[in-house]
C-alpha cells in the first residue's frame, strides 16, 4: 500500500519516507547509516557529501531519461532557430508564452498583434498591459531567462506529437522541476531531523496556476517512478512536490547552513541534446564547503572537440560516459562514474587542474556553447550558477575570481558579485596570473542579436571575443565548445584544459533596503524660490529672448510640428469616447494615433530641413503596417494624416499624402541616435494606456546635438492652463479638455533659454504668441509636509510602494499625484507639482524618447532629473537610456531630499550624524570646564586623552548600538579600556560614567549606565576591521593636542562597507558656520564657539551622494534639518598664487617645511592655514582652503580612524584624497593605513600640481622640460628657414639630418648637464659628431655651432660655446643604456622628413631609471592647442605655426602621477604655468566606427596597408590620420586620435629613442603601448628595442581589438 507523504508540523518530515532510519542508496538494500564515513581513493567522505552524491545521481538519472525521451523528437537542434520562433509565436497568440523581460503578457500582445499584422512595440500598449493584467492575475508570469516555461515551446516543436503523450509543455519543464524536487526530497531524507535550507533556481509559482495542473501531475508522476526504485513505500502527492521545490526559496547569506541548486544548468544545452549538468553546493557560514556536479553526457576520460556539439547525447550510453564530480574542502577533488549506486565512489579518482609548461600555446579555452551565455547584459549572475563548480576547481588545484582578481563571495545571498567589469576567470595558477595581466587586453565587441525581426531578448548580445594569453608567441588557441559555465569547471578540474571566461552582467536592482529618513537637501542660492505667477519678462520680451537662441528656428518647427501631431490625436481620442464598437478597425484607435501623429511629425519637421534626411529616433515603424492584414489601418491612417493636413484653409505647401508616403514618413523614425551630431526625438503618444482610458497623454518632441538635448516640447491636449488638480489625472480629463477652451497646454524648453507653457490651441506661431509664459519648479523648502509627489498613474509602470516610502521618508504627507505620460515632467515644471519618481521593474529598459523632452523642460524650470544614483540623464547613448534604478524629478531641495532619502546607506548615515552630535555635546562641555590634571593623561605613545576622548567613544558605541541591538557592534576606534580598569583609573572612569550620563539624560529611552557599561562600551571599538563586512571607524576625539589647547578638533566617524567608506561625518563643534579664518585655527577658536551660535560644524557625505554641511546644534534630524547645504572644493585655476593650503598645527604631526617647499613650487604666495583635526577635510570641502598636505615622519603609523571620515567627504565633495604617489587611501587593510609618504588632499588642479611637484622624479621632469623648449627654439628657427642644400644631408640609412638635429642634440645635453655638472651625462641619443669631424663637415659645424649660441644668449648664466664644445655635447650621446642605473634618451627631431617637408616633428627626450622609463616629454612646435585635423599632418602645419600663438605644444609625464600638455612658448616654468592641462586618451567603446588610427606619414615606415586592414577588421570607418614623428603620441594622448599603428619592414630594428618618451606619455594617459603581440616594450636592452612585428598604441578597449585582429590577420608580413 502506498503511503502519501504529507508534511507536519516540520516541513522536512515528509511522513515515512524521510523518517526511516536508514541511508538508503539505489537499487539496494537498506544500509544502516553510521558515523563511519565512506573512504575511496583516499577521499574521506563525509554525511553531507554523501548525500549530495546520492541527491545528484538521483536527479540525474530523470535529466537522462528525458532528454533521451526528447531526442526521439528532435527537429532541430538551434535554440533560435525559426522552429522554435515559429512555436514561440503560436504559443504567444495563444496567451501562453513568456518572455525573458520578465512580462510574459508583453510579448503575449505583440506577437498576437504580430499574427494580425498590426502590432507595435509601445510597452505601454492598452492592449498590451491588459494582457499582462490578466496573465497576472492568473500567476503565469515569470521572470527566469531560462526557465521550463519559456522553453515548454522549444521542446514542443522540437519533438514529434507521439512523444509527447499527455504533456501540453517540454520534458525540460519536467526535468527542472522533476531534478529539483528529487534532490530536495533525497537531502530531506538523508537527516529529517534537520530542516533543508535550499537556495535553488526553480519556484512553484507557475505550477500553483490552474493551466498548468497537467504540467504539475505530469511532474509528480515522474518523481513518484524515480524515488520508487529508493524506497518502494515512498509516494509524493502535488501538494508535495511543490511544497519540495518552494524548499529552495532559501536566500542563502553569510551565515548558517545552506544547499545551493541549480537541478539543470546549461537548459539549451539540454534542449540541443548537449551538454548540462545537475549542480548542488553546500554553503556554511558563507563557505562552499562541498560541491557535486552530475555530467550524464560527459566521458570520463579525456574530452575531444566534438564532446560539446549536439550528438553528446547520443553518446551517453556509450561506456565511460557519465562523470560525477565532487569535492569537499580540504579533501581534493574527485571524478566517478555517475552511474555508481547512491554514495558509492569505487570507481573515483582524484583530479587536479594542470599549468602548461613554458609556453600557452598549446592551452585550451573554453567557452560558452550559447553565445548569450557570455558577455550578456540582462540577466544577474546567481550563486547556485558557480557554487560547485568553484570548490571542484579550488579543491583541484586551480584558482576561480572575478574580473578584480577576488575571490568568488557566496555569502551575499542568492547573487553574485563578479567585480567591474563583470566577469570570471578560471584556471591553473600560472594560466590564471597570466589571464589576470592580461585582462585588460580583453576588449569585448557586443552585436545586437534580432530573431525574424523581433528582439526578443531585448538587450542580448552576440559576443566577439578579444584577448590573448601572455606569451601566446603568435599561437592561437584551440577553443572548445561547451554548454554552460559550471560543467565547464568540471572539465577544468578533470581533463586541464586552461579556462578564461568574461561573463559580461548587467547590475541587477538590489531589492528594497529598509533606509530611515536621510533628506539631504541641496542649497542653491540664497534667493527665494521663483513662484509661477512671477515672470521675469512680459511675453513680447520673452519671444525676442527664444527668438535670440541658437536654436530658435528648431524649437519654432517642433513646436509646430507637436501642435499639428496633437490635433489628429485629440480627433482620434474624442471619437474614441463616443465610438462603442470602434468602427471599420479590428484593433483600438490608439495605433492609428500613433502612427498618425509620427508621420505628422515627420512631415512637419522635414519642411523645416526638405534638402536632408530627418534623423529621428522614435517609438513607431512601420513593419507591422506593410504586411497584407495591415492594409486596412494604413488607408484609415493615410485618411487621418491628410484630413489634418487640409483642414479650413489648408496646411502650407501640404498635398495629399499617399499611404506610401505615409509609412515613409514613419520609417524617418529608424535612426540609431548617438553622442554625436543632430538627432530629433519623438514619442508619438507617450501614455497609450491613458490615451485610451480619456485621461493625459503627450506628444513628446526633443532635439538632441552631440548627446545634449537642447529643445524640448511637450504637447499636453488634456492638461488644463490653470494649475492642475487630482481629477486632471484621471478619466474626466478628455471630457473636461472637450468642454473648455482652458484646457490644452504645450510645455516647451531650450537649453540655457528657460522653460515656457502656452495654450496648445489657437491660430498663432511661436513668435505670435499671446500669453506665453515663463515657468520654474516650485523649490520648497524643507519640511516637505505640503509637497506633491506624482508617479504613474499605471501601477505596472512603477514601484508605487517604494516611491510611497521615500515619500514619507522625507515628510509627505499628501497622497501621491498619479498621471500617465511626460506630462508630469509638464506640470512639474510650472510649479504644479514637487517631485515626480519613477521606479519601474529592474528587467525594463526605458527609451530616450520617454524622457529626453521633459528633461530639458525640467532643467531649464530649475529642476533637476537624475537617475536613482543622482547622476544627470545621458542621452548620447543611442536609443536606449541608462536610468540605473530609476528616475527622481524635482527642484533641488526636495530632490535632493529624495535622493538621500532613497540611498542605500541613509539610515546609517542618519544614526552617524546622531551620534556624533551626541558625542559632541559631551566635549563641548568637556572643553569648557577642561580640569588639566583630574580629566587629561598621557598615553604610551606621549599623546594626551581625555575624559571626552573615552567618553565620546561610549557615547557612539550606545548611540550605534541602538540600531541593531541584537548584534555585537563591530567598531574600529582609538581607544580602549585598559588605563580606565587599572587602580589608578578609577577616578577618570567615574568622572566619565558621570559626564555619559549626564548627556544621556537628554536622550529619548536612555537608562543611566553602570561603570562597567561604560567599560564594555568603549570597549567595542576592538575590531580589527579589514576587507570584508561592515566596519565602524571612530575617533572619538582627532585633535586631542587642539582640544586640550582649546582648538579644533573633531568627532570622527565613519562607515566602511566591504573595504571602502560608504558614509562619513566630522562634527566640528568650533568650526564656524561662515568660511573660516587664521583665527579660527588657533587657541581663541573655543572662545568665539562659547559666545556664538553660529559656530558648530557638522560635515557629512554618503558615497555618491555627494557631501553637506549643517549647524551642529539644535533639536532637529536630517529630516527636517532647516539649512543643510551641500558642498563642494574650490578648484582654483593656476597659477595658484592665490590658493590656500593647510597643514597640521602641531610641527611633529607633518613636514611643514617639505609642504611650504611644495607649496611654493605650485605658486602659492600666502602663508599655511594650520589647524588641528580631520576639521581640515572638512572646511577644504567646504572651499574655505585649496589642499591639505600631510607627511608625517616615516617611522610613524597612520591609522584609519584619522583619515576614513574625512576622505569620503572630500571625494564626495568632488575633490581627491590620495597619498604622495597619487594612489587612492584604500581602507580595507584593517585599522592601519599605507599613506607611502603622506597623504595629499585638495581640488583636482591643484591635488595634481602638488603630486607633480612632490613626485620623486619632479626636478628631472622640470630640467626635460626646459631643455625640450630650449631646442624647440632652435627647430623653429632652422624650419622656417631651412636652406635645404647646405644644412642638410644624407645619413648611412638615406635618412635626412639637418643642422637642426645637431643643435638641438647639442642643446639638450648642455641643458641636462647643468642639472649635475660634476657627473657625466648618461645620453642615449641618435646622432653622433663623426660626419661633423670630416673636413667636409666644417661649414656645417660652424653653423650648428652659431645657432646654438643664438639660443644660449638668452639662457641665464649661459657663456658662448666653441665648435669643439658643441662637438662634444654632441658625442654625450654615445651612452649604451641598458638595465640598470640612469639614462636620458634623446632623438633631438623625431620624424627629420617631416622637419625637412614643413610638417610635423618632435623633440624626444624620456628618462630611463633601472630599465623603466619614468619620465617622458615631447616638444612639438607645429601642433596646436586645440584638438588637431587633417590638414595639421601635412605640409601646412608649419605655416600655420608662423601664423598663430595657439600653436606649439609640449606634452609631458612623469611614472604614477599623469600626463600632461602644455603650451610650448611663452617665459614660465611648470611651477607658475598658466594653463596646464592633465591628458587621458578617449577610450571609445565599440563599435568603433568613428575612432581614428594614426599611421606614418611616409609610407615607407610603416605597412600602410596592413593597418587600413587592421581598421577595417575592427570596425573603424574614418580615413587614416597620417603624421610624422612622435607627435603621434602626443594627440593620442590628448584624445584627438584612438590607436597608432606601426608596421616597418621585418629587416627594420627600432631604437629606444623612437618610442621611449611617447611611451610613458600614453600610459600614463590611461592608454597602452605594446608591441604587435601584446607585450609591453621593453626599453631595458640598450639602444635598440625589440616590437616584434610592429607597435600598437591606444586605449585600452580599441588596443585590445587591435591586437585580436593582428592575430587574425596572421601578421603585417602575411599580407
Known amino acids: 500500500m502506498q503511503q502519501s507523504v504529507r508534511f507536519t508540523s516540520h516541513p522536512t518530515r515528509l511522513g515515512r519516507a524521510l523518517t526511516k532510519p536508514t541511508f538508503v542508496t539505489h537499487r539496494t538494500a537498506p544500509v544502516a547509516r553510521s558515523n563511519m564515513s565512506a573512504k575511496a581513493g583516499g577521499a574521506a567522505l563525509s554525511s553531507e557529501m554523501q548525500s549530495a552524491l546520492t541527491a545528484v545521481r538521483l536527479a540525474s538519472k530523470l535529466c537522462k531519461s528525458l532528454q533521451k525521451q526528447l531526442s526521439q523528437g528532435l527537429a532541430r537542434s538551434n535554440p533560435e532557430s525559426p522552429a522554435m520562433l515559429n512555436s514561440l509565436q503560436k504559443q504567444l497568440s495563444q496567451g501562453r508564452a513568456r518572455s525573458n523581460l520578465e512580462s510574459p503578457a508583453m510579448l503575449t500582445s505583440v506577437q498576437k498583434q504580430l499574427s494580425q499584422g498590426w502590432a507595435r512595440s509601445n510597452l505601454e500598449s492598452p492592449a498590451m498591459l491588459t494582457s499582462v493584467q490578466k496573465q497576472r492575475s492568473q500567476g503565469r508570469a515569470r521572470s527566469n531567462p531560462e526557465s521550463p516555461a519559456m522553453l515548454t515551446s522549444v521542446q514542443k516543436q522540437l519533438s514529434q506529437a507521439e512523444k509527447m503523450d499527455k504533456q501540453d509543455d517540454s520534458p525540460v519543464t519536467v526535468a527542472d522541476y522533476g531534478a529539483q524536487v528529487l534532490v530536495t526530497w533525497s537531502l530531506a531524507r538523508s537527516d529529517p531531523s534537520v530542516k533543508v535550507q535550499m537556495v535553488a533556481e526553480e519556484d512553484s509559482a507557475s505550477l500553483r496556476t490552474e493551466g498548468e495542473r497537467s504540467l504539475l501531475e505530469r511532474i509528480t508522476q515522474l ?35 545552506h544547499w545551493v541548486l541549480d537541478p539543470i544548468d546549461g537548459t539549451r544545452g539540454f534542449v540541443g541534446m548537449r551538454q548540462y549538468s545537475v549542480c548542488l553546493g553546500l554553503l556554511v557560514e558563507g563557505e562552499v564547503k562541498l560541491g557535486v556536479l552530475g555530467c550524464p553526457n560527459l566521458p570520463l576520460d579525456q574530452v575531444t572537440e566534438d564532446t560539446g556539439d549536439e550528438k553528446a547525447m547520443s553518446r551517453s550510453d556509450n561506456e565511460g560516459v557519465g562523470s560525477l564530480f565532487y569535492a569537499q574542502r580540504g579533501s581534493g577533488a574527485w571524478v566517478a562514474s555517475l552511474w555508481e549506486e547512491g554514495g558509492s565512489v569505487s570507481s573515483a579518482r582524484q583530479v587536479s587542474v594542470k599549468d602548461p609548461q613554458a609556453s600557452f600555446a598549446e592551452a585550451r579555452f573554453m567557452e560558452s556553447f550559447e553565445t548569450r551565455h557570455s558577455n550578456h547584459s540582462m540577466t544577474a549572475t546567481m550563486i547556485w550558477d558557480h557554487a560547485a563548480g568553484t570548490v571542484i576547481v579550488e579543491e583541484a588545484g586551480g584558482k576561480v575570481t572575478n ?25 591553473p595558477p600560472d594560466v590564471h596570473a597570466a589571464l589576470m595581466t592580461g585582462f585588460e587586453k580583453v576588449s569585448p565587441q557586443f552585436e545586437k542579436v534580432t530573431v525574424g525581426g523581433l528582439d526578443l531578448d531585448n538587450v542580448e548580445y552576440r559576443i566577439q571575443e578579444f584577448g590573448k594569453l601572455e606569451n601566446l608567441q603568435g599561437s592561437i588557441a584551440k577553443k572548445t565548445r561547451k554548454s554552460r559555465k559550471i560543467h565547464k569547471a568540471a572539465l577544468l578540474t578533470a581533463h586541464s584544459p586552461c579556462l578564461t571566461e568574461q561573463v559580461y552582467s548587467m547590475e541587477y536592482a538590489p531589492t528594497l533596503i529598509d533606509a530611515s529618513v536621510g533628506s539631504i537637501l541641496e542649497r542653491v542660492g540664497s534667493e527665494p524660490p521663483l513662484l509661477r505667477s512671477s515672470f521675469s519678462a512680459a511675453p513680447a520680451d520673452l519671444v525676442a529672448l527664444l527668438r535670440s537662441a541658437p ?17 489628429l490625436c485629440t480627433t482620434v481620442q474624442h471619437q474614441l ?32 530641413s526638405p534638402n536632408t534626411r530627418l534623423s529621428m529616433v522614435a517609438e513607431e515603424d512601420s513593419h507591422a503596417l506593410r504586411s497584407p492584414s495591415g492594409q486596412g489601418l494604413v488607408e484609415r491612417i493615410t485618411q487621418l494624416v491628410n484630413s489634418v493636413l487640409q483642414v479650413e484653409e489648408g496646411e502650407e505647401g501640404a498635398n495629399p499624402l499617399t499611404s506610401n508616403d505615409v509609412l515613409e514618413l514613419i520609417d524617418q523614425g529608424d535612426s540609431p541616435g548617438g553622442p554625436s551630431g543632430r538627432h530629433w526625438v519623438l514619442d508619438p503618444i507617450d501614455g497609450t494606456k491613458g490615451f485610451v482610458g480619456m485621461r493625459q497623454y503627450a506628444i513628446c518632441l526633443a532635439l538632441i546635438q552631440d548627446g545634449e538635448v537642447v529643445v524640448g516640447v511637450l504637447g499636453c491636449p488634456n492638461i488644463p492652463q490653470s494649475t492642475v488638480t487630482e481629477e486632471d489625472g484621471g478619466p474626466s480629463a478628455m471630457a473636461k479638455a472637450k468642454k473648455s477652451d482652458d484646457v490644452g497646454s504645450v510645455f516647451f524648453a531650450h537649453q540655457g533659454y528657460g522653460a515656457y507653457v502656452a495654450p496648445m490651441w489657437g491660430n498663432y506661431s511661436l513668435h505670435t504668441l499671446p500669453n506665453i509664459q515663463r515657468i520654474h519648479v516650485d523649490d520648497v523648502p524643507a519640511p516637505f509636509t505640503n509637497a506633491r509627489f506624482m508617479g504613474a498613474y499605471e501601477s505596472g509602470h512603477s514601484n508605487h510602494g517604494f516611491s510611497a516610502a521615500l515619500a514619507s521618508k522625507v515628510g509627505v504627507s499628501l497622497p501621491p499625484f498619479l498621471m500617465d505620460s511626460q506630462a508630469k515632467y509638464g506640470i512639474l515644471s ?30 531649464e524650470a530649475g529642476g533637476k532629473v537624475t537617475d536613482a544614483h543622482g547622476q544627470r540623464l545621458d542621452f548620447s547613448q543611442g536609443r536606449e537610456l541608462d536610468t540605473y534604478g530609476g528616475i527622481v524629478a524635482g527642484p533641488p531641495l526636495v530632490h535632493s531630499a529624495v535622493l538621500a532619502a532613497g540611498a542605500p546607506y541613509a539610515r546609517e548615515m542618519q544614526a552617524a550624524v546622531d551620534a556624533v552630535r551626541i558625542a559632541a555635546r559631551l566635549c563641548k562641555e568637556v572643553q569648557h570646564h577642561l580640569r588639566s590634571m583630574t580629566e587629561k593623561m598621557e598615553k604610551v605613545d606621549d599623546s594626551p586623552v581625555t575624559v571626552a576622548d573615552y567618553g565620546a567613544q561610549a557615547l557612539v558605541a550606545w548611540s550605534l548600538s541602538k540600531q541593531d541591538p541584537h548584534n555585537r557592534l563591530s567598531l574600529v576606534s582609538e581607544e580602549d579600556s585598559r588605563t580606565l580598569r587599572s587602580p589608578s583609573g578609577k577616578g577618570i572612569l567615574k568622572r566619565i560614567t558621570q559626564l555619559v550620563n549626564s548627556v544621556l539624560e537628554g536622550e529619548e529611552g536612555a537608562t543611566p549606565l553602570t561603570a562597567n557599561k561604560v567599560l564594555e562600551l568603549i570597549d567595542l571599538g576592538d575590531s580589527p576591521g579589514g576587507p570584508s563586512g561592515r566596519h565602524w571607524v571612530l575617533d572619538p576625539i582627532d585633535g586631542t593636542k587642539g582640544f586640550v589647547g582649546r582648538r579644533q578638533y573633531a568627532i570622527c566617524l565613519a562607515l566602511i562597507q566591504d573595504g571602502e567608506v560608504v558614509v562619513g561625518v566630522l562634527g566640528c563643534p568650533n568650526i564656524p558656520h561662515s568660511p573660516v579664518t587664521e583665527k579660527d585655527g588657533g587657541p581663541s577658536a573655543m572662545a568665539k564657539a562659547q559666545k556664538s551660535d553660529d559656530v558648530g560644524s557638522v560635515f557629512f557625505a554618503h558615497q555618491g551622494y555627494g557631501a553637506y554641511v549643517a549647524p551642529m546644534w539644535g533639536n532637529y534630524s536630517l529630516q527636517t534639518l532647516p539649512n543643510i547645504q551641500r558642498i563642494h572644493v574650490d578648484d582654483v585655476p593656476a597659477p595658484f598664487t592665490n590658493a590656500r593650503f593647510m597643514g597640521a598645527y602641531e610641527p611633529g604631526h607633518s613636514n611643514h617645511g617639505f609642504s611650504a617647499a611644495l607649496a611654493s613650487k605650485v605658486g602659492v604666495n600666502l602663508p599655511p592655514f594650520l589647524m588641528d583635526s580631520q576639521a581640515k577635510y572638512g572646511i577644504l570641502s567646504r572651499g574655505d582652503a585649496s589642499v591639505f598636505m600631510r607627511f608625517p615622519p616615516p617611522s610613524y603609523r597612520e591609522k584609519i580612524w584619522d583619515h576614513a571620515a574625512g576622505f569620503v567627504i572630500v571625494e564626495e565633495a568632488g575633490g581627491k584624497v590620495t597619498d604622495a604617489h597619487g594612489q587612492r587611501l584604500d581602507f580595507s587593510q584593517g585599522r592601519e593605513l599605507d599613506t607611502y609618504g603622506g597623504i595629499v588632499a585638495g581640488p583636482p588642479l591643484v591635488h595634481s600640481a602638488v603630486l607633480a611637484a612632490g613626485a620623486p622624479y619632479a626636478r628631472e621632469m622640470q630640467a626635460a622640460v626646459d631643455a625640450v ?9 632652422v624650419q622656417h628657414h631651412l636652406r635645404s642644400m647646405t644644412e642638410k644631408m644624407e645619413k648611412v640609412d638615406d635618412s635626412p639630418v639637418t643642422v637642426a638635429d645637431y643643435g638641438a642634440q647639442a642643446l639638450v645635453a648642455w641643458s641636462l648637464s647643468k642639472q649635475d655638472p660634476h657627473n657625466r651625462l648618461s645620453l642615449v641619443s641618435e646622432e653622433d659628431s663623426r660626419t661633423l669631424r670630416s673636413p667636409s663637415g666644417k661649414g656645417i659645424l660652424k653653423r650648428i655651432t652659431q645657432l646654438v649660441n643664438s639660443v644660449l644668449e638668452g639662457e641665464e648664466g649661459a657663456t658662448p660655446l666653441t665648435a669643439n664644445k658643441v662637438l662634444e655635447l654632441i658625442d654625450l650621446g654615445d651612452s649604451p643604456g641598458g638595465p640598470s642605473g640612469r639614462h636620458w634618451v634623446l632623438d633631438p ?29 615631447l616638444g612639438c612646435p607645429n601642433i596646436p592647442h586645440s584638438p588637431v585635423t587633417e590638414k595639421d599632418g601635412g605640409p601646412s602645419a608649419m605655416a600655420k605655426a608662423q601664423k598663430s600663438d595657439d600653436v606649439g605644444s609640449v606634452f609631458f609625464a612623469h611614472q604614477g602621477y599623469g600626463a600632461y600638455v602644455a603650451p610650448m612658448w611663452g617665459n614660465y616654468s611648470l611651477q607658475t604655468l598658466p594653463n596646464i592641462q592633465r591628458i587621458h586618451v578617449d577610450d571609445v567603446p565599440a563599435p568603433f566606427t568613428n575612432a581614428r ?17 587592421l581598421a577595417s577588421k575592427v570596425g573603424v570607418n574614418l580615413p587614416p590620420f597620417l603624421m610624422d614623428s612622435q607627435a603621434k603620441y602626443g594627440i593620442l594622448s590628448r584624445g584627438d586620435a584612438t590607436v597608432f599603428m606601426r608596421f616597418p619592414p621585418p629587416s627594420y630594428q627600432e631604437k629606444i629613442w623612437d618610442h621611449a618618451a611617447g611611451f610613458v606619455i600614453v600610459e600614463e594617459a590611461g592608454g597602452k603601448v605594446t608591441d604587435a603581440h601584446g607585450q609591453r616594450l621593453d626599453f631595458s636592452q640598450g639602444r635598440e628595442l625589440d616590437t616584434y612585428g610592429g607597435i600598437v598604441a591606444g586605449p585600452p578597449l580599441v588596443h585590445g581589438a587591435v591586437l585580436v585582429a593582428v592575430l587574425e590577420l596572421g601578421g603585417p608580413h602575411n599580407q
Open 1389 to 1417: 627631431i623625431d620624424g627629420t622628413k617631416g622637419f625637412v617637408g614643413r610638417r610635423q616633428y618632435a623633440i624626444c627626450l624620456a628618462l630611463i631609471q633601472d630599465g623603466e622609463v619614468v619620465v617622458g616629454v
Open 551 to 567: 536654436q530658435a528656428a528648431e524649437l519654432h518647427a517642433a513646436y509646430d510640428a507637436v501642435r499639428l501631431a496633437a490635433r
Open 1269 to 1277: 623648449r630650449i631646442a624647440a627654439r632652435l627647430c623653429k628657427e
Open 403 to 427: 574580473s578584480n582578481g577576488d575571490r568568488l563571495d557566496f555569502s551575499k545571498g542568492r547573487y553574485l558579485d563578479l567585480g567591474s567589469p563583470q566577469g570570471i576567470i578560471a584556471g
Open 577 to 608: 469616447s463616443t465610438t462603442e464598437k470602434m468602427e471599420k478597425m479590428d484593433d483600438s484607435p490608439v495605433t492609428v494615433a500613433d502612427y498618425g501623429a509620427q508621420a505628422l511629425v515627420a512631415w512637419s519637421l522635414s519642411k523645416f
Open 1493 to 1509: 588610427f594614426m599611421g606614418a606619414y611616409e609610407p615607407g615606415h610603416s605597412n600602410h596597408g596592413f593597418s587600413a586592414a
Open 223 to 257: 518523481v513518484n517512478s524515480a524515488i520508487k526504485e529508493v524506497d518502494p513505500s515512498a509516494h509524493l502527492s502535488p501538494e508535495d512536490v511543490l511544497e519540495l521545490i518552494d524548499l529552495g526559496a532559501s536566500n542563502g547569506g553569510p551565515s548558517g547552513r
Open 830 to 859: 510650472r510649479g504644479d507639482a514637487s517631485v515626480f519618481m519613477r521606479f519601474p521593474p529592474p528587467s525594463y529598459r526605458e527609451k530616450i524618447w520617454d524622457h529626453a523632452a521633459g528633461f530639458v523642460i525640467v532643467e
